[in-house]
């Protein structure tokens, strides 16, 4: 059994699964492995354009911007 305080389940679309697949294979990773790569990337690509640019690293006002910017679509 799953250990629910460690891992959480998440679904993507077929269509990005058969592109990161691939891509995960190519890195010897699996899927789950995978995708903590990318969120890992972006994490540290984006905490590091905040520190460069001495804003504050503030999660919930990002969350904010992004559902706005998904409302206007």
Known sequence: ??????YKSVAIKIEAYQKAK????SR???MGSFIRYLIDM?????FK???????????RA????????????
């Open 1 to 6: 059994m799953t250990d629910i305080e460690k």
């Open 28 to 30: 010897y990773m699996s």
């Open 49 to 59: 354009e905040i520190k460069q640019n001495g804003e504050d690293l503030d999660v």
């Open 22 to 25: 691939p891509m995960a294979e």
């Open 62 to 73: 990002e969350w904010e911007e992004y559902k706005t910017s998904i409302i206007r679509r």
């Open 42 to 46: 972006e994490h540290d690509k984006k």
